[in-house]
């Protein structure tokens, strides 16, 4: 079973994140926070990671970042709204989004996922990542 890592700090993105791929048969492990995530993929064997970018303290391009300069052969895809709030204010095409997502690639994700996204977008695009070698 393919181990995957989802660092987000919103409890309901995890929690549906994790179910969809769960569902997919990947064997999924959340963190709230990129220092608990880190030390998490200190102690496993992760074949993806999957990390939001825009969180308090330490963000996802940071995480990212480290991954990197550890060397690990890990796959990454980089997921975020751009920090938009509410309904109202999300603009899947803001700059904001583009410019996390950018630097996310920059800083050597290997996919990147505009939220919102479906459950099948979800799902390809981690199984692509992972077919992709």
Same mark, same amino acid.
């Given at each position: 079973?393919?181990?995957?890592?989802?660092? *987000? =700090?919103? +409890? =309901?993105?995890?929690?549906?994140?994790?179910?969809?791929?769960?569902?997919?048969? &990947?064997?999924?492990? !959340? @963190?709230?926070? !990129? #220092? @608990?995530?880190?030390?998490?993929? *200190? +102690?496993? *064997? &992760?074949?993806?990671?999957?990390? =939001?970018?825009?969180?308090?303290?330490?963000?996802?391009?940071?995480?990212?970042?480290?991954?990197?300069?550890?060397?690990r052969t890990i796959k990454i895809m980089a997921i975020s709204g751009g920090g938009n709030f509410g309904p109202k204010d &999300?603009?899947?095409?803001?700059?904001? $989004?583009?410019? &996390?997502?950018?630097?996310?690639?920059? @800083?050597?994700? =290997?996919?990147?996922?505009? +939220?919102?996204? $479906?459950?099948?977008?979800? !799902? #390809?695009?981690?199984?692509?990542?992972?077919?992709?070698?």
């Amino acid at each position: 079973m393919i181990n995957v890592l989802l660092i *987000d =700090d919103e +409890k =309901d993105v995890r929690e549906s994140i994790a179910q969809v791929l769960s569902r997919a048969g &990947y064997h999924v492990q !959340v @963190a709230n926070t !990129v #220092e @608990a995530g880190l030390a998490m993929l *200190d +102690k496993g *064997d &992760y074949e993806l990671l999957i990390s =939001d970018i825009i969180m308090p303290g330490a963000n996802g391009v940071q995480a990212i970042e480290e991954v990197r300069e550890r060397n690990r052969t890990i796959k990454i895809m980089a997921i975020s709204g751009g920090g938009n709030f509410g309904p109202k204010d &999300y603009q899947p095409q803001a700059i904001a $989004t583009t410019a &996390y997502l950018q630097a996310a690639t920059e @800083a050597g994700a =290997d996919a990147i996922l505009t +939220k919102p996204f $479906t459950r099948a977008e979800l !799902v #390809e695009r981690v199984s692509s990542l992972l077919q992709a070698e």
